[in-house]
């Protein structure tokens, strides 16, 4: 197992958003957030109105440019 020193309190100051970010890039597999029910179940996000997500009816606040992004390339 790798160890990860991640310093976020310089550039995020939500506990809460630092919780989730810790879990999803945890060092150890085993204790990495391993699917995605844990992800919406974060603190961090939970005002999102899942079933409203999932049926398309929320409005994107911010949408990402798809030519910049670098999946698949």
């Given at each position: 197992?790798?160890?990860?020193?991640?310093?976020?309190?310089?550039?995020?100051d939500?506990p809460q958003?630092?919780e989730?970010?810790?879990?999803?890039?945890?060092p150890?597999p085993d204790?990495?957030?391993?699917?995605?029910?844990?992800?919406?179940n974060?603190?961090w996000?939970?005002?999102v109105?899942?079933?409203?997500?999932?049926?398309?009816n929320e409005?994107?606040?911010?949408a990402?440019?798809p030519s910049?992004l670098?999946?698949?390339?």
């Open positions: 197992m790798k160890s990860m020193d991640l310093n976020l309190d310089r550039v995020i939500d958003l630092k989730l970010l810790i879990n999803l890039l945890h150890d204790q990495r957030i391993s699917n995605f029910q844990e992800i919406k974060s603190a996000l939970s005002k109105d899942w079933k409203s997500v999932e049926a398309r409005i994107l606040r911010f990402p440019d910049k670098c999946i698949g390339k």
